[in-house]
């Protein structure tokens, strides 16, 4: 259902993530028309190649962006978390790039293009944060491609892991190793180009290493430097401004096979 004008405070922490934001656009972004619309889990509620005449700001929950093949399985190609907006590429495509859908009740915030586009054109720090989060959206497709692509099951969920623990800790939504990941076994498989019973194996393998713990939707990640390690994993694709230090070197991927990090594997 549509509320009314939601607050930004979602949206300004994801921006800082990334981005300095002065007084007089924090106070424009502040004061963006922002519309609440809740939806229930599992609902999609942006087509693939559909017009756009908005933009969604997600104000609280996970969401995902994804695309239908001909044989119906399904790519999940980025989840959301708190502040994101999935659908602003289509600000200038004019149209959507992938099906939007929540994966646990969510609650968005709508503002007509228009509106975006006249704050956009007030405001040259506005522009440039609009348009630097849009090089960010995309600097995390491209790894999320290569993780996908090009890592071997268990680097790959580690990779995952580790990235999804830096993007919760940034909003102040993990610490100490702890996060909540409310995908089911399903959707992960999605995400990461595998089948449910591929995901379950390498969970388990990671789970024998003493790299994770899972339980439910509550995720803990033990030594996040020894996972970091494995996934060849360092977090500059996020962009983030206080991006820690690597806590270890990380491993020369160019080198022989027997070289590189292995988990042993582990019967299920």
Same mark, same amino acid.
């Given at each position: ?11 300004l922490?994801r921006l800082e ?24 889990p599992g609902?999609c ?19 995902c ?15 959301h978390?708190p502040?994101?907006?999935?659908d ?17 009740a969510?609650?968005f915030?709508?503002l ?8 956009a ?8 944060l ?15 491609? *290569?993780n996908?692509? %090009? @890592?071997?099951? /268990? ?11 830096? =993007? !919760? ?8 190793g ?8 399903g959707?992960?498989?999605d ?12 969970i ?12 439910r ?12 390690l ?6 500059s694709?996020?962009?983030l401004?206080? *991006?820690?230090?690597? %806590? @270890?070197p990380? /491993?020369?991927?160019?080198a022989?096979e027997e070289?590189?990090?292995?988990? =042993? !594997?582990v019967?299920?």
């Amino acid at each position: 259902m549509i509320g009314p004008s939601a607050g930004t405070e979602p949206l300004l922490r994801r921006l800082e993530t990334h981005s300095e934001i002065s007084l007089p656009d924090r106070m424009a972004l502040q004061a963006l028309p922002l519309q609440a619309k809740s939806l229930p889990p599992g609902r999609c509620f942006a087509w693939d190649g559909e017009p756009s005449h908005s933009v969604t700001v997600l104000l609280s929950g996970w969401a995902c962006t994804y695309k239908m093949l001909g044989d119906g399985s399904r790519q999940v190609l980025a989840y959301h978390l708190p502040g994101d907006l999935p659908d602003l590429h289509a600000a200038d495509l004019g149209q959507l790039d992938g099906c939007i859908s929540t994966l646990t009740a969510c609650t968005f915030g709508v503002l007509p293009l228009e509106e975006l586009r006249a704050v956009a054109a007030g405001s040259p720090g506005i522009d440039r944060l609009l348009r630097r989060e849009l090089q960010v959206q995309a600097s995390l497709s491209r790894a999320w491609l *290569a993780n996908v692509g %090009q @890592r071997p099951g /268990p680097r790959r969920a580690a990779h995952f892991l580790c990235e999804t623990y830096e =993007r !919760l800790a940034a909003l102040d939504m993990a610490r100490d190793g702890r996060m909540r990941v409310p995908v089911s076994q399903g959707e992960l498989a999605d995400a990461l180009g595998m089948t449910g019973v591929h995901v379950n194996r390498v969970i388990q393998e990671l789970r024998g290493q003493g790299l994770v713990e899972w339980r439910r939707q509550e995720v803990v990640l033990p030594d996040r430097a020894a996972l970091a390690l494995l996934a060849g994993y360092d977090g500059s694709h996020l962009h983030l401004r206080t *991006a820690p230090p690597p %806590q @270890r070197p990380l /491993p020369d991927f160019d080198a022989d096979e027997e070289k590189r990090p292995h988990l =042993r !594997l582990v019967a299920v």
